[in-house]
């Protein structure tokens, strides 16, 4: 038996989880998200809290079970709390600015980088310099992927550590080259 998979999931109070023909629908303070029902599992809704139960100990069953109750988790939590992740932008003349709802980035380009963010994604700009960039939003998926897509258009490098990385991370950094003695 999954360990998660047999794990309810408590719905908090304001949370409304309700399941309709072959989709689980989360309702919240913050919004609402929907997710098909996998293959092979049954979901039910008993009180204040959601049960994960699997068809059979088929190995797809099995796979299914865990992923399922976690994806009725990491929506309650969206709806009810949100997601975040921050980035931090290193080097010198690396500059992140809003124009709307759009960042738009300075990372040593030819020209700057505008990035869009999908619906149900905000973005912002925190720190003293202007040097950190929020990524907020109900969907842990679109906030995670955004934040990713960002980080991806500059990588921290490992010799002066520049680049667009998240808010915490170690990026461990070589020596580079030595001098003639």
Do not use: C, W
Not at 28 to 53: C, I, K, M, W
Not at 71 to 96: D, H, P, T
Not at 121 to 126: A, N, P, Y
């Amino acid at each position: 038996m999954s360990r998660i998979g047999k794990k309810p999931v408590a719905v908090p109070a304001g949370v409304q989880v309700r399941i309709t023909d072959g989709e689980i629908v989360v309702d919240g303070p913050r919004g609402s998200l929907r997710q098909p029902l996998l293959p092979g599992v049954n979901v039910a809704v008993e009180g204040d809290a959601v049960l994960v139960t699997r068809q059979s100990d088929a190995k797809p069953h099995r796979q299914m079970h865990g992923l399922m109750r976690t994806l009725i988790a990491n929506m309650v939590l969206g709806v009810s709390e949100g997601y975040r992740k921050q980035l931090q932008v290193v080097g010198v003349g690396y500059r992140v600015e809003m124009d709307g709802r759009d960042l738009i980035l300075h990372l040593g380009f030819s020209h700057p980088i505008r990035m869009v963010p999908p619906e149900g994604v905000t973005l912002g700009i925190e720190g003293t310099r202007n040097d950190q960039i929020t990524v907020s939003g109900i969907d842990k998926v679109a906030v995670g992927q955004m934040a990713a897509n960002i980080r991806a258009l500059r990588k921290p490098e490992p010799y002066k550590g520049k680049g667009v990385r998240y808010l915490g991370e170690v990026v461990r950094r070589k020596a580079g080259k030595t001098g003639k003695a």
